[in-house]
């Protein structure tokens, strides 16, 4: 059997995403059932976008047919990357000569070992995609890419309550507007060690939504 690595975020109150959470019936009281009940942002923690989070009248999540998210991956090792470093078409040609047309793209920056994602720092001093990259794997034809940081430079600035344009979130504007999908904020990723592996990425059932949280795996052989 192979072996299963987790590449999720766990949830749990986060400064960028606060989670609703209560938990009805008491066993200590004699309840017979504990229930607990969850709320969040379909774009927080490790999660799927679909085509419609940027374009209107786009794809939703129940338009993504499962193969997209599961199945032959490239890992990409970018790690070590520096803070604030530009991820260029030059930088990913040294490392993704592997990608083929068809495959899932996983970037691989190991950035958490860094900085936490329950810090500021993760999100204001990560390395990002340039759009010339963002073009440069659009090339390659993936059917989805991954990451396990921050990719686009002006997701640090939602730590400010500024948005900017879909031309700045460079990945989602190449990258999502054309189909390929978006799995964000994959976690544990330095247990990947080999150039390929067999990713699943199983999103909630979300019907008519722009995106949906995930519980994203990888098989590796033993």
């Known amino acids: 059997m192979s072996r299963i690595i987790d590449l999720s975020m766990p949830i749990a109150d986060h400064f960028r995403w ?15 059932f504990q229930a607990t009940w969850l709320g ?21 999540t129940d338009d ?23 991820i260029t078409p030059e930088r990913l040609a040294a490392a993704a000569g592997h990608v083929a047309p068809g495959d899932i ?3 691989r920056s190991c950035w958490e070992r860094q900085r936490a994602p329950t810090t500021p720092e993760f999100w204001t001093e990560a390395p990002y995609m340039t759009r010339a990259a ?17 990719q686009d430079w002006c997701i640090r600035l939602l730590l400010k309550g500024e948005r900017r344009p879909l031309a700045d979130n460079v990945t989602h504007d190449v990258l999502l507007r054309s189909g390929v ?9 330095a247990a990947l060690t080999t150039p390929r592996t067999f990713l699943c990425c199983l999103p909630l059932k979300v ?6 949280p995930a519980r994203v795996i990888a098989l590796a052989d033993r």
């Open 18 to 32: 606060p989670v609703e959470r209560r938990v009805a019936g008491d066993q200590a009281r004699g309840d017979v």
């Open 40 to 60: 969040w942002t379909v774009h927080g923690f490790t999660h799927m976008d679909s085509p419609r989070h940027c374009v209107a009248g786009g794809p939703t």
């Open 64 to 86: 993504v047919p499962l193969e997209t998210t599961v199945g032959e991956a490239a890992v990409v090792d970018l790690a070590p990357v520096q803070p604030d470093e530009a």
């Open 105 to 107: 793209v996983v970037l």
């Open 134 to 150: 963002a073009e440069w794997l659009r090339a390659r034809q993936p059917k989805a890419v991954a990451f396990d940081f921050p």
């Open 181 to 189: 999908i978006l799995i964000e904020y994959l976690s544990n990723t």
């Open 207 to 212: 019907p008519a939504s722009d995106g949906a």
